[in-house]
């Protein structure tokens, strides 16, 4: 069965999103996304090295021909801040589609959502089409959708908590009110986080520490490729319904 | 007559001085980065990169070169 992974009229086969921070090297980094299978890759927007220039190039190892970047704004406190980010981005190679992220609160990582809902009309309007993190906030998200978002990303728990998903009645409300891809954006620490996202009806996971600082990030990728995979099939398998009671599994006709 | 222009910019958030350069083009090239995988900008307005060669530099002209890295 074809059950392809649609943002913003471009299909995914891969439902699976990884970040590409906090890897050891480029390398290691490259070898996680094959295991990982995932086709999306977020990347940040930093100052080029002007000293040591031979400093590797991300581009060298991963090859955005293959993987689609997706430029983040990570770091950013200010919808100003993010904006810059975001055009650059789009000036080193065209990229179109982005992920916002305006965070607001230093130790939590939380996204400043007022920065957030500002600037995903600013960047809508110019053209970019924005994911959006957001806090899994059902009324916010669906302002998100009003101004311009083509995909919704709430946080399971704090980035890089690996506290796995805190809300799930906040998740499937947000899931349940919006056409967008709902993707689960942070939070995530195990591979049964992302089963249960999925089952929770959202498209999409987005997992960068989980996978990076696990012992074997290459196992722990694979681990979230078959979760994802798992989580989805049996979310559109349509699952039994929960019952007080035993029901046998074998039948009482021809019993001796 | 020749003249060697020494101009002062600050570069990436540093000040630092080059000799015989007058366009972000010629900057480029004293850097010895390819254009095509950064984006450039020149105090605070990004530059569209096909016209770097008439893109001139002053004083105190402040450029910003970025590039992906790694990043969740």
Redesign the interface.
């Known amino acids: 069965m074809k059950d392809l992974f649609k943002i913003a009229n471009k299909k995914f086969k891969s439902r699976l999103i990884v970040?590409?921070?906090?890897?050891k090297n480029?390398s290691e980094?490259a070898k996680a996304i094959k295991y990982s299978g995932a086709e999306i890759v977020?990347?940040?927007?930093?100052?080029?090295n002007?000293v040591d220039?031979k400093k590797p190039?991300?581009?060298d190892y991963i090859d955005p021909k293959k993987i689609t970047?997706l430029?983040?704004t990570?770091g950013c406190f200010t919808s100003e801040d993010a904006l810059r980010t975001l055009?650059?981005?789009r000036?080193?190679?065209g990229w179109k589609l982005v992920k916002l992220e305006v965070l607001g609160d230093k130790k939590n990582l939380f996204p400043d959502m007022i920065e957030t809902l500002r600037s995903t009309e600013v960047l809508s309007k110019e053209g970019f089409k924005v994911m959006v993190y957001c806090s899994d906030d059902p009324l916010m998200a669906k302002r998100l959708e009003n101004s311009g978002a083509v995909a919704i990303m709430p946080l399971a728990a704090p980035?890089?908590s690996g506290l796995g998903i805190q809300n799930y009645t906040n998740i499937k409300i947000i899931r349940s009110q919006t056409k967008l891809p709902v993707i689960i954006d942070a939070g995530i620490g195990q591979a049964s986080d992302a089963t249960i996202a999925m089952e929770l009806g959202c498209d999409g996971v987005l997992i960068?520490?989980a996978i990076a600082k696990a012992k074997n990030p290459f196992e722990m990728a694979e681990a979230m490729k078959f979760a994802v995979i798992a989580g989805r099939k049996s979310f559109i398998s349509g699952r039994i319904s929960k019952t007080l009671h035993g029901s046998p599994s074998t039948t009482n006709r021809g019993i001796i | 007559m020749k003249k060697t222009k020494k101009i002062k910019i600050i570069?990436?958030?540093?000040t630092?001085s080059f000799q015989k350069i007058t366009s972000v083009y010629d900057l480029m090239r004293s850097?010895?980065?390819s254009p095509?995988?950064?984006?450039?900008?020149l105090n605070k307005e990004?530059i569209n990169?096909k016209i770097i060669k008439s893109l001139y530099l002053k004083n105190k002209d402040k450029i910003?070169?970025?590039?992906?890295?790694?990043?969740?």
């Open positions: 970040g590409t921070g906090k890897y480029f980094c977020t990347v940040a927007v930093r100052r080029v002007i220039k190039l991300l581009m970047y430029p983040n990570a055009r650059l981005a000036e080193i190679g980035i890089g960068n520490t | 570069l990436n958030g540093k630092r850097l010895k980065i095509d995988k950064v984006a450039i900008e990004i990169k910003e070169i970025v590039h992906f890295i790694g990043g969740g």
